[in-house]
């Protein structure tokens, strides 16, 4: 397997724009979770799904920000519209059962200017 | 709710020496304990995940042990090369929602040739 996938791997866009990152979870696993890191706030989960529901999402700072999971290989975050308080790297990860060894995807840094 | 502290934040020794970073969590009530390792630019890596009955576990030159009742963990790190330059993070996940992981700062970890 090729491992968590995400994309793009690097995002500019100017205040107010849309912003949607992408994620392919590891094929099989029922548990997928989208983190943030900053320097100063460090890593912090902001939601995550099992089996494509929503369980947690008490980690995501506004509604501006939004995720969603159709299906088993795909989820989206968004965040409409988009802050320069938003930039930061935004890490997918998925596991196999809860609480079991996690795989992280290589993040996308989004700049907001 | 769960606080992960990770001491010390920056540590740098030569290569071949023996080292041990600390991992301390507040709520001794986990389902199991996470090591990563981080790359400048890159995702996390999982190096060694620990159970809550489990003790330690080892892959390669890493050790890592857990004792619950205290609340500590550490990750032993044999014969230190510059390649394990890296940020080195611990993740807990507790009992009550086996998704959730509460990560630590990280330790910066150099090892100089």
């Known amino acids: 397997d090729a491992g968590v996938i995400q994309s793009p791997r690097h995002e500019v866009t100017e205040m107010g724009q849309e912003v949607t990152l992408r994620c392919k979870p590891i094929s099989g696993h029922d548990y997928l979770f989208w983190y943030r890191q900053t320097m100063m706030r460090g890593l912090e989960l902001l939601i995550y799904f099992n089996n494509n529901v929503p369980i947690d999402d008490s980690g995501m700072p506004e509604d501006r920000f939004s995720a969603k999971m159709p299906n088993a290989s795909f989820s989206t975050l968004k965040i409409q519209p988009s802050e320069p308080r938003d930039s930061a790297v935004y890490f997918c990860a998925s596991t196999l059962g809860g609480g079991t060894e996690a795989f992280f995807g290589q993040g996308t840094r989004l700049t907001v200017v | 709710k769960q606080e992960v502290t990770q001491i010390p934040a920056a540590l740098s020794v030569p290569e071949g020496e023996n080292l041990v970073l600390n991992c301390s969590f507040t709520d001794s009530a986990i389902y199991n304990l996470q090591w990563f390792r981080q790359d400048p630019g890159k995702g996390l890596t999982s190096l060694l995940l620990i159970q809550s009955s489990q003790r330690e576990q080892t892959s390669g030159r890493l050790n890592a042990s857990l004792d619950k009742s205290s609340g500590r963990s550490t990750l032993y790190i044999a014969a230190s090369q510059p390649g394990d330059s890296a940020t080195y993070l611990c993740?807990?996940?507790?009992?009550?929602?086996?998704?959730?992981?509460?990560f630590g700062d990280g330790t910066t970890l150099t090892v100089k040739p």
């Open positions: 993740a807990v996940i507790g009992n009550t929602n086996a998704g959730k992981s509460t």
